[in-house]
């Protein structure tokens, strides 16, 4: 099935603002919007965010979502240390009836 | 608080079947779809079905059409995935996710190894 398209990685500095990409399409980002999930080693994925913008109690105003056409990004502020970790974004597909992954961003803080 | 607790490790030989389980507890099971979601060793993720507890209805990746099942028992809260004829391309780990408007919650994985 098609996925959603991720940048393998980025690096940021300390304190920096990070952006992270998701591309997908009408069917999927275009249509619903996409959610962003952080994961680290060894541990489930945690929701950050979905349709876009709305972010589960508890997440960090440091992380924001936003959609354009049928791109999502996810808005990263203030780096710290432990914002190291794989960032995965994800939709639900109309025409597939499927839920597509991105392949995930190894978002390194320097 | 909602928690979704899965059955323990598996080591499956190539061609035989694997059953895991995740019991839902500190929500409505019936009010929310469940997912499963696997992850390969230094992959990503990756979709396998959905779920509707309330009434059994189930809609599975096309990749894994014919060799996932997944079920339901409300009586205990716990859905089930079941996959057959395994390969070495099942080794993975295993999630099932509770789904409220995403997936908000996750159970801790389990680790499925194929291996003859």
């Known amino acids: 099935q098609a996925g959603l398209a991720q940048p393998p990685s980025l690096s940021k500095a300390l304190r920096q603002t990070a952006t992270l990409t998701c591309t997908g399409n009408s069917n999927n980002v275009g249509y619903q919007g996409a959610a962003w999930l952080q994961q680290f080693q060894g541990h489930p994925p945690k929701l950050l965010s979905y349709r876009n913008n709305n972010r589960p109690s508890g997440i960090s105003e440091r992380f924001s979502a936003s959609r354009s056409g049928n791109t999502a990004s996810l808005t990263i502020t203030g780096l710290q240390p432990e914002d190291e970790a794989d960032y995965y974004c994800s939709a639900w597909d109309n025409s597939l009836s499927a839920w597509v992954f991105g392949r995930g961003t190894k978002l390194t803080v320097l | 608080q909602v928690q979704l607790v899965q059955s323990g490790a598996e080591v499956k030989k190539p061609g035989a079947s694997v059953k895991l389980s995740c019991r839902a507890s500190g929500y409505t099971f019936s009010n929310y779809f469940l997912h499963w979601v696997r992850q390969a060793p230094g992959h990503g993720l990756e979709w396998v079905g959905i779920?509707?507890?309330?009434?059994?209805?189930?809609t599975y990746a096309q990749s894994f059409q014919g060799r996932v099942t997944l079920t339901r028992d409300t009586s205990t809260s716990t859905v089930y995935m079941e996959l057959s004829s395994l390969t070495s391309d099942d080794t993975a780990v295993y999630y099932c996710a509770r789904e409220n408007g995403s997936c908000d919650s996750w159970g801790q994985g389990t680790l499925v190894t194929v291996s003859s």
């Open positions: 779920i509707t507890p309330s009434t059994g209805d189930t």
